[in-house]
C-alpha cells in the first residue's frame, strides 16, 4: 500500500510511528557516542537521515491534506503528540551534537599526548593550539 491510498489518520499514524522511531534512533546513538562505537555511530546517522527524510516527506503530503484545516480534538492531539516527540528529537540531536564535539576534542588531546611522548623536541603548536611533530625544527638553519 503506497502512502497516498492511506487516509489522513492512518498517514498521521505513520508519522507518528517514524517520529518515535527518530527518537530511539537519537537514544541509542547517545549510547554509541558515549561508548565511542564509531560503526554503530555511522550506522545510526544513516537511519536518522532516512527517517528524517521519511518525516519530511510525509510533512510535505499532510501539510495538503484538507482534513489538517479543521482537524478533529483527536487528531489534534496526534499532532501535538507528535510535535512534543519532535522538540524531545530537537533537544536530544543538540545534546549529541555537544558530545560529539566534546569526544572529538578529547581525542585532539589524546593524539597530542602520544605525539609528546614519542618526541617533545619535535613538537610544535600551530596559531589554534594544536600540536604537531616536527622533525626538522631548526635542522635546516645554516647560519
Do not use: W
Not at 49 to 62: C, G, V
Not at 96 to 113: E, F, P, V
Not at 121 to 129: F, I, L, N, Q, V
Amino acid at each position: 500500500m503506497s502512502d497516498e491510498t492511506l487516509t489522513f489518520e492512518q498517514q498521521l499514524s505513520v508519522q507518528a510511528e517514524d517520529v518515535n522511531a527518530l527518537l530511539e534512533v537519537m537514544q541509542a546513538e547517545t549510547s554509541a557516542i558515549a561508548s565511542r562505537k564509531a560503526t554503530d555511530i555511522d550506522a545510526l546517522a544513516k537511519q536518522k537521515l532516512a527517517l528524517i527524510n521519511a518525516i519530511r516527506q510525509r510533512d510535505q503530503f499532510l501539510a495538503q491534506c484538507p482534513e489538517l484545516a479543521s482537524p478533529s480534538d483527536e487528531t489534534k492531539e496526534q499532532i501535538i503528540n507528535i510535535q512534543d516527540v519532535l522538540t524531545q528529537c530537537h533537544q536530544q540531536n543538540e545534546n549529541n551534537g555537544i558530545a560529539l564535539q566534546r569526544a572529538q576534542l578529547s581525542m585532539h588531546k589524546l593524539r597530542n599526548l602520544f605525539q609528546e611522548a614519542t618526541g617533545k623536541s619535535e613538537m610544535t603548536y600551530d596559531s589554534e593550539g594544536q600540536a604537531s611533530g616536527s622533525r626538522t625544527l631548526g635542522t635546516n638553519i645554516k647560519a
